[in-house]
């Protein structure tokens, strides 16, 4: 069955009254080369789980399937349950849950369906969840040998930026924290149904083994980065100050003891400056 092929997707989903909810970003892969790339440089292989996150018909779950020894699907349109049982009907190697991946518990999933084997994450993410679901990948701490997901090529820009660089936002700095981004190709908007509006980018997620920096209070620290670039044009102790209540002329006298410029914008702090703000708002708020 050619699940990229246009005309056997409407068949499928005139057999089966599928139309698109487009609430859930849905847009399905209709280049046959992008899915074995993404399984391939995924780590998709022999002994090794795959949680994949969103099935669409079913194209890279196929292609994981076929590598893999266990796929477990999380996927959250009941709708697509009919054709999935036919697009999947060969392989009795997956499981495909109807969820919303951010209300599962992952590790308990994890502990339950694989069996102490290695575990990747594959997954093609509507541009709405991107941000939620890896941070919820990367907070959790589960054990994941590999995440790669395809997400809009701006996203993609933004994940992957230096930390400390003009391209730098909140995300990129969470991410960063845990891990290393990096992105392994372009897809083109022409290869998806129906087309979006955008290009997209197949990026991987290298999480660190040992963190090259290390908060005893993360959420309070990815609260300080969100503060930080929530108004990327004001020097960054406005927004600081006043969201965490602290007087303007002591932040400032302790940011320039910690080598942070008073004038500072969010972009133009690397890591270990933003560890050092975060540092400076947790003693003040005492």
Wanted: aromatic share 8%.
């Amino acid at each position: 069955m050619k699940l990229t092929d246009i005309s056997t997707i409407k068949t499928l989903f005139e057999k089966h009254g599928f139309s698109f909810t487009k609430s859930l970003g849905q847009n399905f892969l209709i280049n046959p080369t992008v899915c074995p790339k993404i399984a391939e440089m995924g780590g998709a292989a022999k002994g090794v789980g795959a949680i994949e996150i969103g099935t669409g018909i079913g194209v890279l779950t196929r292609e994981l399937a076929s590598r893999c020894d266990k796929v477990v699907a999380i996927e959250i349109d009941t709708g697509l349950k009919p054709i999935l049982d036919e697009t999947l009907e060969e392989f009795d190697n997956v499981e495909v849950i109807f969820a919303d991946v951010m209300e599962t518990d992952l590790a308990k999933l994890i502990g339950e369906k694989f069996g102490g084997m290695d575990v990747i994450v594959c997954a093609n993410l509507p541009y709405y969840i991107t941000s939620p679901v890896i941070m919820k990948l990367l907070e959790e701490k589960l054990p994941i040998k590999a995440i790669t997901v395809m997400v809009q090529l701006e996203a993609a820009d933004r994940i992957c930026a230096a930390v400390g660089s003009r391209e730098c936002g909140a995300i990129t700095a969470s991410i960063n924290y845990y891990a290393k981004p990096k992105k392994l190709f372009r897809v083109n908007r022409g290869s998806f149904m129906p087309s979006p509006n955008v290009d997209s980018a197949v990026i991987s997620l290298e999480r660190y083994e040992n963190p090259p920096y290390k908060v005893d209070n993360e959420e309070l620290f990815f609260e300080v980065i969100r503060q930080a670039f929530s108004q990327r044009r004001k020097q960054l102790a406005n927004p600081v100050s006043a969201y965490f209540r602290l007087p303007k002329a002591v932040l400032t006298e302790q940011m320039e003891k910690r080598g942070i410029s008073p004038t500072a914008r969010a972009e133009e702090l690397a890591m270990d400056k933003l560890v050092s703000l975060y540092e400076i708002v947790k003693e003040l708020k005492g």
